[in-house]
């Protein structure tokens, strides 16, 4: 059986957008993370699909990324979820992360349920 697994990128309304504090001045921007989803996608296109859920108020996309070996609608699923708080901009560094790491390292995971 095939899993699906989902990584969604919520909270970007204030986090990545707007707030920059001292300590968190080395992650990438809205801009970068999208491009970067977008360059995933194309390179494992196979299993990797990415579609914007919606949009928050300054217009930046909030992205679902969903890993599949094969269509993921029918498939059981785990959501990963990053920027449920737009201040924690970890939670979205460390998703984007662990969806590539999974996509690079460790494509027999989304044949295992």
Avoid at 26 to 51: G, H, K, M, P, W
Avoid at 61 to 84: F, K, M, R, T
Avoid at 89 to 96: F, K, P, R
Wanted: with cysteine; glycine share 8%; aromatic share 6%.
């Amino acid at each position: 059986m095939n899993v699906k697994l989902i990584v969604c990128f919520c909270g970007l309304l204030l986090g990545l957008s707007t707030f920059r504090g001292t300590a968190q001045s080395d992650y990438r921007s809205v801009e970068q993370l999208s491009a970067d989803l977008q360059a995933l996608v194309r390179q494992y296109n196979q299993r990797a699909q990415i579609q914007s859920l919606t949009q928050t108020p300054g217009g930046h996309d909030i992205w679902a990324l969903s890993l599949s070996n094969g269509p993921a609608e029918n498939h059981p699923g785990l959501a990963i979820v990053g920027g449920v708080d737009g201040s924690h901009l970890l939670s979205v560094e460390l998703a984007a992360q662990l969806a590539k790491d999974i996509l690079e390292n460790h494509p027999e995971w989304l044949e295992k349920t």
